[in-house]
């Protein structure tokens, strides 16, 4: 039997601010029907305007992954998709009564409890895969990316900042469900104290804190309760990758090598890989291999500050 696709069970929601806008919004994900994808709707704006998580609609890659529609836009979409991508779910709708994701503690894992709390449901249709039959790679200013055919979904990245608290970082991993929940998830967004002040004083960062961030000083990180792995910043950086990568709209069979990327030259790999239509073909997943992951390592605690649930 083939491996169908999934959507969430119930309707459910979070609260919390915006990392860069600081702006306080609600998010509710909902069901949502076979191959519609993941779909985001504005709820503050009229009329309704529906923008699809695909790479048509991706408007500025600055910062966060921003995605939009005439001039309706929403902004930091990354971690909540790349949850979509680490738990199965294949299509549901996101409503958002502001113009960015919330933050929530700075990592995937509040949104791998709120798809918890929502339950997966299955589908009737086959869950179909994006299968890379040729290497395409992308570089820009010294990052590359890289995709290249593989039996299954992997990332390897590299990072290298002139730093002493994060240097030189490489983290490899095939990406399941297990290893995305207990090994990426919880990995959080990280700045620098310098850049933040400057980011603040062009009107960005306003919402990050030590709540939703590790904030990196001269010598140390300032977060009191210090890193969640002690290579949490390679490990957030996979973490967007996965998310910007889910924008193809399918889980994709192939491996990743990333030296030095960021959302901009994720997104560039994304329309390279579409434009050359040699390099990949959709396959069907032929065995049901696709298990609802365990969840047991997301703490309640963990979200407990930065998560609102009714
Ligand atoms: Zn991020």
């Known amino acids: ?19 860069h806008s600081g702006e306080k919004v609600a998010l509710t994900i909902r069901p949502a029907p076979e191959d519609m994808g993941i779909v985001f709707v504005r709820t503050d704006i009229r009329p309704r305007t529906w923008i699809p998580a695909k790479p048509d609609f991706v408007v500025d890659t600055r910062f966060a992954t921003t995605i939009g529609s005439g001039k309706v836009t929403i902004s930091t979409i990354e971690h909540l998709m790349a949850a979509f991508s680490g738990a199965g779910i294949d299509n549901a709708m996101v409503e958002i009564d502001g113009p960015e994701v919330p933050v929530m503690d700075g990592s995937a894992g509040p949104f791998m409890s709120l798809i918890k709390k929502a339950g997966l449901k299955s589908q ?22 890289s995709i290249e055919p593989s039996s299954h979904f992997s990332i390897n990245f590299e990072i290298d900042f002139d730093h002493p608290v994060i240097s030189r ?79 193809l709209g399918r889980p994709v069979k192939g491996r990743l090598n990333a030296y030095k990327s960021g959302h901009r030259l994720h997104h560039l790999l994304v329309q390279e890989l579409l434009k050359r239509r040699y390099a990949w073909r959709v396959v069907e997943e032929r065995e049901d291999k696709w298990k609802v992951p365990s969840w047991g390592t997301i703490r309640e605690k963990d979200i407990a500050a930065a998560v609102n649930l009714p």
């Open 124 to 145: 009737r249709r086959c869950r179909t895969f994006l299968e890379v039959l040729e290497r395409v790679s992308v570089s820009n200013q010294g990052s590359t990316l």
């Open 169 to 247: 970082q490489v983290f490899s991993q095939k990406v399941t469900p297990r290893t995305f929940t207990k090994r990426i998830a919880k990995a959080r967004t990280f700045g620098f104290l310098k850049e933040i002040e400057l980011m603040r004083k062009n009107g960005l960062a306003r919402g990050g804190s030590l709540e939703n961030a590790v904030v990196v000083g001269e010598t140390s990180v300032l977060n009191a309760e210090g890193l969640r792995f002690s290579d949490e910043f390679v490990r957030h950086k996979v973490l967007d990758l996965i998310g910007d990568i889910y924008l």
């Open 1 to 19: 039997m083939s491996g169908v696709q999934h959507t969430i069970k119930r309707p459910a929601r979070a609260v919390g601010i915006g990392l």
